[in-house]
């Protein structure tokens, strides 16, 4: 998550550099260029966490419905639901992707325009839901946090007086 929140300081960094006060590119086709680079490093940097994005979320949730009510953020509910939901679209637009790079001509290989040019239309497309697990994935380390040092409903409560004690002191 931390590859993706650099990836997009340095794209706002290009993005403040490369614009007008309103935001138009000076040069569309190396900004449209530096944009496509953006979303294939930001794609890269979630592959190693696509397989298990599934099971942080469902331990996240599991997490969040044991602690206690004074310990929980109120916007974990929230990001969690962003999370699963771009998890879902990212997944959809993969079996997309597999599906067009499939239909592709055998002679369209990595380095190719056909095959660079579908990828990257992939990549556009994937991108702001990647960018939902870098503004929010962190809400999955948070909750961890908040687990690992809330007190274990197995831990014994402190114990009372014994009541023979109580009594005697009357």
């Excluded at 239909?103 to 579908?118: H, M, R």
């Excluded at 831990?155 to 002191?169: F, M, T, V």
């Amino acid at each position: 998550m931390s590859d993706s929140q650099k990836i997009l300081d340095a794209w706002d960094a290009y993005s403040d550099e490369h614009t007008d006060l309103d935001g138009w590119p000076y040069d569309d086709h190396a900004y449209g260029r530096r944009a496509s680079q953006r979303d294939a490093d930001t794609a890269a940097a979630f592959e190693p966490l696509r397989y298990g994005a599934r099971h942080l979320l469902a331990t996240a949730e599991t997490q969040l419905t044991r602690l206690p009510e004074n310990t929980v953020q109120s916007r974990w509910v929230y990001q969690l639901g962003v999370l699963r939901t771009a998890l879902d679209r990212l997944d959809e637009l993969h079996e997309q992707w597999l599906l067009a790079r499939d239909a592709l001509p055998s002679t369209a290989t990595p380095g190719t325009p056909d095959f660079d040019d579908a990828l990257a239309e992939h990549h556009a497309e994937s991108w702001s839901y990647l960018d939902d697990w870098a503004t929010h994935g962190k809400a999955l380390r948070e909750i961890n946090t908040a687990a690992r040092k809330a007190p274990s409903p197995l831990a014994p409560a402190p114990a009372l007086a014994p009541a023979r004690r109580i009594a005697a002191r009357k």
